[in-house]
């Protein structure tokens, strides 16, 4: 066989192998998500779905990802190249384990650990199993490490560079005790991590095996596989008009100051390719809003996602843009910036590259979405002495569309989590949840309304606690289009057991006693289209 009919059978093996090896592949990495969250320890992830689980080539290039939370996927990416500059491909060994989670190396803020283990096959490097998952407690001021009041990285815990966690032999004891003595709650630590590893684990044995079974053909197929990602959203980009739209949004101040925090973005689109460009957002702030450039790409990942949906879960769809986040800005903060309550930075940008987007004319038209979910982390001592703590993450509503009204009480756009169910909350922690609802008529009006927000009701039935409180929208609302009216803001109170009221702002940390009620009213979506009129 000549060496034009070697590279013509050589193209069909691998064209052959593409649809078979992607499909195995989300399998794989939808299995370690699972996988994750039946073994988690912490409620937020074993209930919200507040981790996420990929597969990497051994250059850092994405190669599938589960389906499951957005905020955290996008920021793997940075991640596994910050613990690859420290520790190349070429030196890991099987059975190592790193561990991270600096945001100035790539991670986010400090309770998401990011966990990654290399995939050997013939004694090389094929390919790298990471794993993100949102901590109960990696230390700071605060318990639940998510204090709204911080001002710098040095108040929110424990910040980890790329290390070697781990070998062969187990877990580094000494790196096990500096976790241990740093956090509040030391045993779901361990717990989670372990299911972390456990989902590594299992994605490392997976990907063997099936390089195993395809043989010479892997690597060239998983390459194929990103150029065809990389080819579909160029086509898909092909197909839009030229132009440069721009959106701007802002933030209910930094949890320090009041003055309201602009994200601003412009988007420009030339041929297959297409420029995001935060310029315009306001400089970093003393509060803990700031979000790490890892962050931002998360939102920039699920936004290019968004284009050619079709195209296999990899980092072919990145190609075609280049992002830019101007160094000292809240979208890209120097240190040492506080960053924990980055989420609602992160969906605010979303939003703002979805609303640019829609002026392009492209899809069907949506209204923003309430662009917020809610976390609380809440610590406290019962009376007996015993302490305890519950993180949550509460939805919000989504946009309308030129379709129909918004859903209503859903995580929208690069949030995906899930809400923690009543039963969950009450039997972690001496909490009546009194009220679950869909708050009503807080969606835009229109002729399509924006989904509602949710409202709960909470009682603490005994003992004393401290509430860390990070919310968004409280001042500002999600606009409608096309004529449609905006959603409406958010409201946080504590109806105190003597009967006076406490109205929390956007970031917040109180007291709790028992008999006090704590009540959240999340932000509704935009509505869509003007209404019609009274006949």
Known sequence: MNTAHLKTHATAQVTAHMEPLRLALQGAVDRMQSGMMRAAYS????????????????????????????????SLIPAVAGVLRRFPAAGMAEGDGYLM???????????????VRPVLHGGAVIALAATCLHHQDVGGMAP??????????????????????????????????????????????????AAQWSAVSLGARELAALAARTGEVF?????????????????????????????QDQLDGDGIDATPVRIAVTLTKRGDS????????????????????????????????????????????????????????????????AVNARTATVKLACNAMLGAWSQAGTGVSVAPHAGVATVMSISGTRDDGRRWMLTEIIASGA???????????????????????????ESEAPLQVECYAIRDGSGGAGLHRGGGGVRRIYRL???????????????????????????????????RADGSTEILGARARVDWLAGDRLVIETAGGGGWGAAPAAS
């Not at 998983?222 to 080819?231: G, K, P, R, V, Y």
């Not at 309308?400 to 809400?419: E, F, H, K, Y």
């Open 43 to 74: 409620s937020i992830a074993r209930e919200g779905g507040g981790c996420a689980a990929a597969l990497f080539l051994p250059d850092g290039r994405l190669l599938a990802q589960a389906r499951s939370l957005p905020l955290l996927l996008g």
């Open 101 to 115: 989670n600096d945001p100035w190396s790539g991670g986010t803020h400090l309770p998401d650990l990011i966990v």
């Open 399 to 425: 946009g309308a569309s030129a379709l129909g009204d918004g859903r209503s009480g859903v995580s929208t756009d690069i949030g995906n989590a899930r809400n923690t169910p009543v039963e969950v909350i």
């Open 219 to 247: 690597a060239p197929t998983c390459d194929a596989l990103i150029a065809q990602s990389e080819q579909m959203t160029r086509a898909a980009l092909r197909a839009a008009p030229d132009g440069e739209w721009s959106w």
């Open 274 to 337: 297409i420029a995001i460009d935060f310029a315009g957002s306001s400089p970093q702030v003393r509060g803990p809003i700031n979000a790490s450039p890892g962050s931002v790409l998360s939102a920039a990942l699920f936004f290019m996602r968004t284009l050619a949906p079709d195209a296999p879960n990899n980092a072919g769809c990145l190609a075609p843009l280049t992002l830019h986040l101007p160094p000292g800005s809240v979208v890209n903060p120097d240190l040492p910036a």
């Open 461 to 495: 039935l005994e003992g004393r606690a401290l509430l860390s409180y990070r919310g968004e929208r409280h001042v500002s609302q999600a606009r409608g289009a096309q004529g449609g009216g905006p959603g409406a803001s958010a409201v946080a109170r504590m109806l």
């Open 144 to 193: 639940g490490s998510i204090p709204p009041n911080a001002t710098e990285i040095y108040q929110e815990g424990l910040r980890l560079p790329p290390l070697r966690w781990r070998n062969a032999a187990g877990i580094d004891d000494g790196i096990r005790s500096i976790l241990e003595a740093n956090s509040r709650t030391p045993v779901n630590l361990q717990g989670d991590l």
